[in-house]
T-cell receptor
Framework: GQQLNQSPQSMFIQEGEDVSMNCTSS?????WLWYKQDPGEGPVLLIA?????ELTSNGRLTAQFGITRKDSFLNISASIPSDVGIYFC????????????FGTGTLLAVQP | DVKVTQSSRYLVKRTGEKVFLECVQD?????MFWYRQDPGLGLRLIYF???????EKGDIPEGYSVSREKKERFSLILESASTNQTSMYLC???????????FGDGTRLSIL
């Protein structure tokens, strides 16, 4: 099946640093979602974006729906150790399709 | 709060066994999904259901079947388990087509 290009694949940072990751697609999406997955757990929804250009925050997290509708980024400010995990983007086409297309994930490690 | 419950966190079965993975959601959601997650391959959609007794194949349905007899419950069935079905299985549900998916904690299935 299709996958989105998500980068970087992994990041190793110091506590307090800001983090940025992004997803790109060759297709236009109507919805972008960002999830976080802790080890041994299921993905948890962080932010949902529904309009091109939309910028949405959730605490220290900020995500944007790209103007071209083919990309999205997620920023984490002032990282803390509990930010450790795998972050996934997911995109959905418009129309009747029910399927989400997932990114390959960004592994984030935060050094205290 | 959204709640998707998968009946087992860990499961060990033998090759050739018939295996049932259960998923229940308490939000009266229309749509439910089964994914498997493997290192380097991300989340892959096995089957989904957009209503009771309705099902559609995802990207990798071979070797699996599903059952949706009641709105709140979506079961994944491995007819005759094989070692290549060892994986993390994730169930998700969502209220409607334009709503984000919410995931359960996953079932880590090992086939010996």
């Amino acid at each position: 099946g299709q996958q989105l290009n998500q980068s970087p694949q992994s990041m190793f940072i110091q506590e307090g640093e800001d983090v940025s990751m992004n997803c790109t697609s060759s297709s236009i999406f109507n919805t972008w979602l960002w999830y976080k997955q802790d080890p041994g757990e299921g993905p948890v929804l962080l932010i949902a974006l529904y309009k091109a250009g939309e910028l949405t925050s959730n605490g220290r997290l900020t995500a944007q729906f790209g103007i071209t509708r083919k990309d999205s980024f997620l920023n984490i400010s002032a990282s803390i150790p509990s930010d450790v995990g795998i972050y996934f983007c997911a995109g959905k086409f418009g129309g009747a399709t029910n399927k989400l297309i997932f990114g390959t994930g960004t592994l984030l490690a935060v050094q205290p | 709060d959204v709640k998707v419950t998968q009946s087992s966190r860990y499961l060990v079965k033998r090759t050739g066994e018939k295996v049932f993975l259960e998923c229940v959601q308490d939000m009266d959601h229309e749509n439910m999904f089964w994914y498997r997650q493997d290192p380097g391959l991300g989340l892959r959609l096995i089957y989904f259901s957009y209503d009771v007794k309705m099902k559609e194949k995802g990207d990798i349905p071979e070797g699996y079947s599903v059952s949706r007899e009641k709105k709140e419950r979506f079961s994944l069935i491995l007819e005759s388990a094989s070692t290549n079905q060892t994986s993390m299985y994730l169930c998700a549900s969502r209220e409607g087509n334009n709503q984000p998916q919410h995931f359960g904690d996953g079932t880590r299935l090992s086939i010996l």
